[in-house]
Nanobody
Framework: QLQLVESGGDLVQPGGSLRLSCTAS????????IGWFRQAPGKEREGVSC???????????YYEDSVKDRFTISRDNAKKTVYLHMSTLKPEDTAVYYC????????????????????WGQGTQVTVSS
């Protein structure tokens, strides 16, 4: 069974940076898509970014508008780990961040529709505050 564990959440000042990690244990296939979602207090869970493997050496990545040019997603299949590099953090980025794994009908083309993800981690807290 596939399990996902997030790490790297922390308290950081506005304008700072963090790197979140999502490490998989168990059976994970290279054609699975990996997504990052977040949920702030009192708000619905929202998609942040996702990544899929289109073919050897070529990944497809997608970002929600509010994090474009600030967040970067990357994937190391050998380490079964997906990273979310977050920079220029803002207080509104404060949330619990979850990673998730799943499949889509278009191999490698990921989506931020949470219904496509069958496996979820427990989350890691990111707090942006001075």
């Amino acid at each position: 069974q596939l399990q996902l564990v997030e790490s790297g959440g922390d308290l950081v000042q506005p304008g700072g940076s963090l790197r979140l990690s999502c490490t998989a244990s168990g059976l994970i296939s290279d054609d699975m898509i990996i997504g990052w979602f977040r949920q702030a207090p009192g708000k619905e869970r929202e998609g942040v970014s996702c990544i899929g493997l289109v073919k050897s050496g070529l990944h497809y990545a997608y970002y929600e508008d509010s994090v474009k040019d600030r967040f970067t997603i990357s994937r190391d299949n050998a380490k079964k780990t997906v990273y979310l590099h977050m920079s220029t953090l803002k207080p509104e980025d404060t949330a619990v961040y979850y990673c998730a794994a799943g499949y889509t009908s278009r191999p490698g083309i990921c989506t931020l529709e949470w219904e496509s993800y069958a496996y979820w981690g427990q989350g890691t807290q990111v707090t942006v505050s001075s």
